[in-house]
């Protein structure tokens, strides 16, 4: 017998994942990726791996011996119990450790589950924009990618189509906004599993992007009343000539108990067509072959029979670590790396905090120290670095709490594949100060100092003036 592929599915515990997964398992190992494996069990065909994939370092392990790699992970609701970051700096993060874990894992193609993208738009929503930078990531690599770009998946969770079944369920009349006549092309949860699926492995769609649809183009309305007319609810709509998008983002999350982080950028790309382009359809992958109706109906009839089989008490919430996750993209100079940026940061930051901040750089260890108080110690990661991510674990000062698990306290530099752009990033950092006072003081001055040194760097970039180093070591060239 021939040997089953490996497939690691990223995600595997949210929606879209748990059903790849039951497709899949029949005929491949399935390496099933989460964030928490608590109560998970493994299986002849399914094996649980715990993997952060904010840290290259678990992406990397979670990618060991991997043949296929599925990557359906979006970042919309924050995991840290204080994020500063916004949700595409996130997935771009994201993007890179895994792109970079598999490249070094040597796994044959990644499978990537992304949106459509309209054609001649001139500028995208964010969420839409941020889909197209995580392609271009996953892309920047030596493994070859297959994008899977599809509009509203109609199933019984996820995001979009519970939303819709929400707002007929609850509101028997409905002002619809101009937005609501945008055209869109919406798809089955079954094909989009089928084209995941056929794309595994797939030579002829190798390196390339696939948009899959339904049998039919529909507007935002034409759905809302389709799905009224299968709850068999009566439901009174009224246009009007008004885009207003942000008062709907708001109205929606509200009325429906959708969390802002997720309602507000899906919401905001609505104002764009969703309409699959015939010369991005594949013949075998990309029709899906369910109405709207049909797939509408059978997602609730799922969702009700899990309803009746669940216990109406819901699980308790997992405490989160009293941790911050912060993330901030700037301005890179050209001819410039995200290692300089690293070292020149703290050169920058001593010079603002004069005279009461001042830096020293001992033994690959950097210490910011206001007056003679040593606040915040960072060590150089040099065996983790390169010319285009500088890597720094937290390892002491009287901010920090040292993370009892080496490592896991870091700031990096990241250079974005493409663009003269860097991010840079706080990870899993503890504070010492008790959390309101941190919140209210540290948190706040953090953000303020990050926008201003976007700012210094967007006027160096204008005069062209980019000064020397303060610190003559370079680590990467010892």
Same mark, same amino acid.
């Given at each position: ?18 059903? @790849? ?33 904010? $840290? ?7 990618? *060991? ?16 119990? @204080?994020?500063?970051? *916004? ?52 892309? $920047? ?24 079944? *929400? ?211 960072? $060590? ?74 976007? *700012?210094? @760097? ?21």
């Amino acid at each position: 017998m021939a040997k089953k592929p490996i497939i690691a599915i990223s995600g595997a515990s949210g929606y879209i994942g748990k059903n @790849l997964m039951n497709q899949l398992q029949d005929k491949a190992h399935i390496i099933a990726l989460s964030r928490s494996i608590e109560n998970k069990e493994n299986t002849d065909n399914v094996t649980w791996r715990q993997a952060d994939l904010f $840290s290259l370092s678990d992406s990397e392990n979670a990618l *060991k011996d991997v043949d296929y790699a599925v990557y359906l992970v979006h970042s919309m609701l924050p995991s840290a119990k @204080l994020t500063q970051a *916004k949700f595409e700096d996130m997935d771009f993060i994201l993007a890179d450790n895994f792109a970079q874990a598999a490249q070094k894992n040597q796994v044959k193609q990644i499978i990537y589950l992304s949106g459509i993208l309209p054609d001649n738009e001139k500028e995208l929503s964010r969420h839409l924009e941020s889909r197209r930078e995580v392609e271009m990531v996953l892309n $920047s690599y030596t493994v070859p990618v297959t994008t899977v770009r599809a509009g509203l998946i109609v199933g019984p969770s996820g995001s979009s189509f519970p939303i819709v079944k *929400k707002l007929v369920k609850r509101l028997p009349m409905m002002i619809l906004p101009k937005w609501t006549r945008q055209k869109t092309q919406p798809v089955a949860l079954p094909d989009v599993l089928h084209a995941l699926d056929g794309s595994i492995g797939n030579k002829d769609v190798t390196d390339k992007s696939i948009d899959v649809a339904g049998p039919e183009v529909m507007t935002y309305r034409d759905i809302m009343l389709e799905t009224a007319d299968v709850m068999g609810k009566k439901r009174k709509m009224i246009s009007v000539p008004f885009m207003s998008v942000k008062l709907s983002r708001l109205w929606v999350s509200v009325t429906t108990g959708t969390p802002k982080e997720m309602v507000y950028p899906l919401i905001e790309s609505l104002i764009h067509p969703m309409v699959a382009e015939a010369s991005r359809m594949h013949p075998d992958l990309s029709y899906g072959q369910t109405s709207f109706r049909e797939a509408a109906q059978a997602a609730l009839e799922e969702e009700a029979a899990k309803g009746n089989n669940q216990k109406k008490s819901l699980p308790a919430k997992p405490q989160k670590v009293a941790d911050v996750r912060s993330i901030q993209r700037v301005p890179l100079p050209k001819e410039h790396s995200a290692d300089w940026l690293g070292r020149y940061y703290l050169q920058w930051l001593e010079s603002i905090g004069k005279p009461f901040l001042h830096a020293k750089e001992n033994d690959h260890r950097s210490s910011i120290y206001l007056f003679n108080k040593k606040m915040l110690e960072f $060590s150089y990661a040099k065996e983790r670095s390169h010319e285009q991510r500088a890597l720094y674990y937290i390892t002491g000062g009287a901010f920090a709490k040292v993370n009892p698990e080496p490592g896991r306290g870091r700031i990096e530099f990241r250079k974005i594949p493409h663009k003269d752009e860097c991010i840079i990033a706080i990870h899993e950092y503890q504070p010492s100060l008790p959390w309101i006072l941190y919140t209210f003081t540290q948190a706040n001055m953090h953000i303020w100092v990050m926008f201003l040194f976007k *700012k210094h @760097l967007e006027r160096m970039i204008r005069k062209d003036s980019l000064p020397s180093l303060k610190f003559e070591q370079f680590y990467l060239n010892e």
